[in-house]
Nanobody, 120 residues
Framework: QVQLVESGGGLVQAGGSLRLSCVAS????????MGWHRQVPGKQRELVAA???????NYADSVKGRFTISRDNAKNTMYLQMNSLKPEDTAVYYC??????????????WGQGTQVTVSS
């Protein structure tokens, strides 16, 4: 069974920084594309940043220059360094990954989410 577990959320003042982590665990053969999404109540979940297994990245316009996505393939772990945080970054952040389990076909998995709150 594959699990994604996020950590690192919390409360921070505007202008501050947080670092989110997402670990994929279980009977995994490989992890392909990974990404961070966020959602606020009443709105659709949106992609914040994504990274391929080769390290290519892309970002939502709203976070470019402030957030940095990275990954450690040996640890099946992805990170999101968030700097210069703004109140509008407040949301539940979810990690997602396309995982190839040992005995099943590839599928997209989601973490349970971690709350990020930025106070003004």
């Amino acid at each position: 069974q594959v699990q994604l577990v996020e950590s690192g959320g919390g409360l921070v003042q505007a202008g501050g920084s947080l670092r989110l982590s997402c670990v994929a665990s279980g009977r995994i053969f490989s992890v392909n594309d990974m990404g961070w999404h966020r959602q606020v109540p009443g709105k659709q979940r949106e992609l914040v940043a994504a990274i391929t297994s080769g390290g290519s990245t892309n970002y939502a316009d709203s976070v470019k220059g402030r957030f940095t996505i990275s990954r450690d393939n040996a640890k099946n772990t992805m990170y999101l360094q968030m700097n210069s945080l703004k109140p509008e970054d407040t949301a539940v952040y979810y990690c997602a990954a396309e995982v190839v389990p040992l005995i099943k076909i590839a599928a997209k998995y989601w973490g349970q989410g971690t709350q990020v709150t930025v106070s003004s």
